[in-house]
């Protein structure tokens, strides 16, 4: 009677032997192959230990100091320059700064302790394969990632006040990158493709790039986003779903897509970067010309078609809560109306500003007014330039306007002396440094523009010229 044959082939050796899988790696190994193989996870294991153990030490020793001195110095100083009419505020700075630091050394030892439980759990039970280890490690380079990154705080002053009013504010959701320009800033008038037709489609009109410097485009053609990382030539990732010629798109600081699907769907997605699925976020009537999220967590949705711009909580549990930020839903040139909104930016008071295309002219929004002030355009109260339909808005940390002015094929700024034109100043077309119908605009962190130049079906990325400023801080 012939034996039956359960030999299998060993992973490791290559020989036929009987085999026991590992759950970690799913490969079939020999006895000997796979006690050595223990061996080598032992052996990253305490790799990862020692890795610890460091990261503890590194803990310990900044814990004595928690907050973050170079805040408390700028604290301090505001506080002598102001004396009495500050000293309470300053105060006030004080406690938030050590507070938040404080919360975030005592998060991050929570952390560290449950690492630690899960290490001794995991060598009181020495059951444990590569899933675990890779577990492990990911964990310990979070850590070490948020501890090496600790401060998540800037200083906001209001240099319209007598006195420079100061808060602390967390600037944790802040995405995108807001440069403080001075009011001379200039750049390159000659654009560089940074991407053409073929890799974005026709009439592409969605940017965004983040503080990574990773750059998100939308391509309505393909129905997809483009996504190069920082310093990439070529796009590095695309992402398709179920969205149709998407308008705008907004990117959080976790990586999370916001991304206008109203033309057949009715709706705003989010794509989760943690899961890679979508979800509806908001119920809308049309397409969203422009999308924002403020410090608050709020989205806002320009609808073009409605005259309105919406907004509602990504808080609020109810999707059908939308609320109206700016517009009566009837086209018009009041106070109270808009005609044909497009870009629309958010800044750190809520305060709201929106491209009126069909009014030729930029609103302002203050928080919690539905009557709006003209800062430029037609009928402004200091009109310096002529708009004609503009499409995309940022303001930088200096109050500085820069606006895509549509129908003019440029990009202009706002200065200590009224408004200039900035980049595609020399009338429309296809040349470098000539623009068709641009819609809307993005910086990256050494305050370079990047431009959707939606006539001519391409990026455009215009170089910041460091003389014109000097280094500027960015704010993110």
């Not at 070490?144 to 002053?157: A, F, G, K, R, T």
């Not at 010309?289 to 309105?308: A, K, R, V, W």
Request: include cysteine; charged fraction near 20%.
């Amino acid at each position: 009677m012939e034996m039956a044959n359960n030999k299998t082939q060993c992973f490791t050796c290559n020989k036929k032997k009987i085999t026991f899988t590992c759950e970690g790696c799913l490969e079939k190994l020999c006895l000997m192959d796979l006690t050595e193989h223990q061996q080598i996870l032992n052996d990253e294991l305490h790799h990862i230990i020692n890795d610890y153990d460091q990261f503890k030490q590194k803990f310990n020793e900044q814990k004595p100091n928690p907050y973050d001195l170079s805040l408390i110095d700028q604290i301090n100083q505001w506080e002598t320059n102001s004396i009495e009419k500050i000293q309470q505020k300053a105060k006030d700075c004080r406690e938030t700064v050590i507070k938040s630091s404080q919360t975030f050394l005592n998060d991050i030892e929570m952390k560290f302790n449950d690492f630690y439980e899960q290490i001794k759990q995991i060598q009181k039970e020495n059951e444990f394969n590569e899933i675990n280890l890779n577990y492990l490690k990911n964990q310990l380079m979070k850590m070490n990632q948020e501890l090496n990154n600790p401060s998540n705080m800037s200083i906001d002053q209001d240099s319209q006040s007598f006195i420079n009013e100061i808060s602390i504010i967390s600037l944790e959701t802040l995405s995108f990158n807001q440069p403080k320009f001075c009011s001379t800033v200039t750049w390159n008038s000659n654009g560089i493709i940074f991407a053409n037709q073929s890799i974005i489609g026709e009439n592409s009109t969605a940017i965004f790039v983040n503080t990574n410097n990773t750059i998100y485009v939308g391509n309505p053609e393909g129905n997809k986003i483009v996504i190069w990382d920082e310093n990439s030539i070529n796009p590095t990732k695309s992402i398709t779903g179920d969205f149709t010629q998407p308008w705008s798109l907004f990117v959080t600081s976790n990586g999370d897509i916001y991304l206008d699907d109203g033309l057949e769907n009715g709706r705003v997605q989010k794509w989760s970067a943690e899961t890679s699925t979508y979800i509806t976020v908001m119920n809308v009537n049309s397409s969203c010309y422009g999308l924002f999220i403020d410090i608050d967590d709020t989205l806002y949705c320009s609808m073009s078609e409605n005259h309105q711009i919406v907004k509602r909580s990504l808080l609020d549990a109810v999707l059908d809560s939308n609320r109206v930020a700016a517009g009566t839903g009837i086209g018009g040139s009041t106070s109270n109306q808009l005609s044909g909104p497009q870009g629309i930016f958010v800044d750190v008071n809520l305060d709201l500003y929106v491209t009126d295309c069909g009014n030729d002219r930029v609103q302002l929004f203050q928080l919690g007014e539905l009557n709006g002030i003209t800062v430029t355009g037609s009928e402004s109260l200091y009109p310096s330039i002529t708009l004609d339909c503009p499409s995309g808005i940022i303001l930088d940390a200096e109050k500085y306007l820069f606006i895509v002015d549509f129908g003019n094929h440029r990009i202009v700024g706002s200065g200590s002396n009224g408004f200039r034109c900035l980049v595609g100043c020399y009338g429309m077309g296809s040349q470098s440094n000539q623009l068709k119908n641009p819609y809307s605009f993005s910086f990256d962190r050494s305050g370079n523009m990047f431009v959707t130049d939606h006539g001519n079906h391409r990026i455009q990325k215009f170089q910041y010229f460091e003389e014109s400023c000097g280094k500027f801080r960015m704010i993110e």
